[in-house]
């Protein structure tokens, strides 16, 4: 079963994927750098929309009349020293926080890697 | 031992019970329904037992023998006379005190992180949707459940996963903010800061919360996706050392990865609403009594006052 996902959650995927290229992407490599089928127009959609909200900058692929995207990058940077100033500030009250991967202790790496090896022999 | 004094000890039997048994709900059934278990069941839990240790205080408010009547589990321990009474209130007063102390301590703590959280998302002029991307190379995500509420990604992250996997992290963090996480986790916490019965509690619920988010991933995008994206990123990420400890879970070092990992290699836990009776009733048991000796407190603190004339008859 497939949750249906808003369009905060695509616009975030679509940024995802962005940020993990080296390259501006046109709406066609940022479609297939996304999992599942998604329609052309919907990326397109999302991609005006972010560029609106001035999360995107765009130029034009020489020769053609699509655009290629790329995150804007200065913001970003002003993001993580606020970020990080706000980490380094916080102490141990973050229920407010949540990581993927919580924190890993030495006996809990040791247990992943147990897990991780059983799987390997059993291949 | 009197009525009030028998409520007084089921309540407490209950709480104490609901600790024990609270912990293992993630064994028992789903991990969203062990979340709301565990939230539910700890502020009941933790609201009895305060309202038992401020009944048993009473005394040291004043020596009048409705009051000592209230309190006094058994007459012989809490002989009036001898005075053996008002120590057992004194020490209760004290243990009051003191955790309603640690327990507002705790709501600073939150409300602080929450302001924290909130003003270090606002102030990233970047965020205008629900992702905010740090240009770093060093992997590492999280989500800020302050408001507004965020999903922070480095690059590196982003650039060490396929896009399958991408996809399990953002939902991953995604249902953390949209099932608001950090309100269970900051029940669980501040309810064992208030009882420590429930000192288990916290850890329980941090673990069961990542759990939650795995399963939606996983059905966002597959079982497998989800379990290799949990552990490429173990080793991606140096975690407790690294992390700038927002502590995120502080209260739970033990969100074990190879817990959720091992989870994941089986098929999703049924919901078994019979193995939810026992605990559910513990919480609802130890609430009762509260909420009916809370009742008697109120009807003698009232008739107290109304004899002693401090209050001013009802017109």
């Given amino acids: 079963v497939v949750e249906r996902r808003g369009p905060g959650e695509l616009e975030a995927e679509v940024l995802a994927a962005l940020w993990s290229a080296e390259e501006p992407l046109t709406p066609a490599e940022v479609r297939d750098r996304l999992p599942g089928d998604l329609a052309y127009t919907t990326v397109l959609t999302i991609l005006r929309r972010l560029h609106d909200k001035e999360l995107l900058t765009r130029e034009l692929v020489d020769g053609t009349r699509a655009y290629a995207y790329a995150p804007v990058m200065d913001q970003a940077d002003h993001a993580a020293e606020q970020m990080h100033a706000f980490l380094g500030a916080s102490d141990d009250h973050g229920a407010v926080l949540a990581r993927f991967l919580g924190r890993l202790d030495a006996a809990d790496r040791r247990k992943l890697s147990a897990l991780l090896g059983e799987r390997r022999r059993r291949r | ?315």
Wanted: charge should be positive; include cysteine; glycine fraction near 6%.
């Fill in chain 2, 1 to 315: 031992m009197n009525a009030d004094g028998a409520l007084a000890a089921a309540a407490l039997a209950c709480v104490a019970a609901f600790g024990l048994v609270a912990p293992r709900l993630m064994r028992a059934t789903r991990p969203a329904c062990a979340v709301w278990l565990l939230s539910l069941g700890s502020v009941a839990s933790a609201t009895a037992g305060t309202v038992v240790l401020a009944m048993l205080s009473l005394p040291v408010f004043g020596r009048d023998d409705a009051l000592m009547d209230l309190a006094g589990l058994s007459p012989r321990v809490l002989d009036k006379d001898t005075g053996s009474g008002l120590a057992i209130a004194a020490v209760c007063a004290v243990a009051l005190t003191t955790l309603l102390g640690r327990f507002l301590r705790a709501v600073v703590g939150h409300r602080h992180a929450f302001r924290a959280a909130s003003q270090a998302a606002r102030a990233c002029s970047a965020v205008r949707g629900q992702l905010l991307v740090l240009p770093q190379d060093a992997p590492d995500v999280y989500a800020l459940g302050g408001r507004p509420a965020v999903i922070v990604a480095t690059r590196g992250l982003l650039r060490s996963l396929p896009a399958i996997e991408r996809r399990a992290v953002l939902v991953h963090e995604h249902a953390h903010i949209a099932r608001r996480h950090h309100r269970h986790l900051a029940a669980a916490t501040l309810s064992a800061a208030l009882n420590p019965l429930l000192l288990r509690v916290p850890a329980a619920s941090a673990f069961a919360v990542e759990r939650w988010a795995d399963e939606l991933a996983a059905s966002s995008t597959s079982r497998a996706a989800t379990r290799s994206a949990l552990t490429r990123l173990a080793g991606l990420v140096p975690a407790a050392s690294k992390a700038p400890s927002p502590a995120a879970l502080a209260a739970a070092a033990t969100t074990s990865i190879a817990g959720r990992v091992a989870a994941l290699r089986q098929a999703p836990p049924p919901l078994s609403p019979m193995r939810l009776i026992f605990p559910a009733g513990l919480a609802v048991g130890s609430i009762l009594a509260a909420a009916v000796l809370t009742g008697h407190i109120v009807d003698l603190l009232a008739a107290t006052a109304a004899a002693t004339g401090k209050v001013l008859p009802h017109h």
